[in-house]
């Protein structure tokens, strides 16, 4: 089981610059791939990036090159550096931490762009 608590959200103008933390806990952190989600108000939760153990990342096509996911095993912390936001990107952003079929989510934190 691994713990985890989300950080970083707010309000930004379209265009604007966020940077989402997720700080893991009682685990073996590096041993596990990492991955933001999102779900915006009557939408499914959608993944926006994922990054494996060795640091393969993998992104949604709509936040290809805006977005950039990358981890610091050393403190058991993933982040999610978003860049020129748009309206749509306004979500809750959640943290996932897979291991094999085991899986944890963080609690959530919300994002929303707006003018």
């Known amino acids: 089981q691994v713990h985890l608590v989300e950080s970083g959200g707010g309000l930004v103008q379209p265009g604007g610059s966020l940077r989402l933390s997720c700080a893991a806990s009682g685990s073996i952190f590096s041993a596990y791939s990492m991955g933001w989600y999102r779900q915006a108000p009557g939408k499914q939760r959608e993944l926006v990036a994922t990054?494996?153990?060795?640091?393969?990342?993998n992104y949604a096509d709509s936040v290809k090159g805006r977005f950039t996911i990358s981890r610091d095993n050393a403190k058991a912390t993933v982040y999610l550096q978003m860049s020129s936001l748009k309206p749509e990107d306004t979500a809750v952003y959640y943290c996932h931490a897979a291991l094999g079929l085991n899986g944890n989510w963080g609690q959530g934190t919300q994002v929303t762009v707006s003018s």
């Open positions: 990054i494996t153990s060795i640091g393969w990342a």
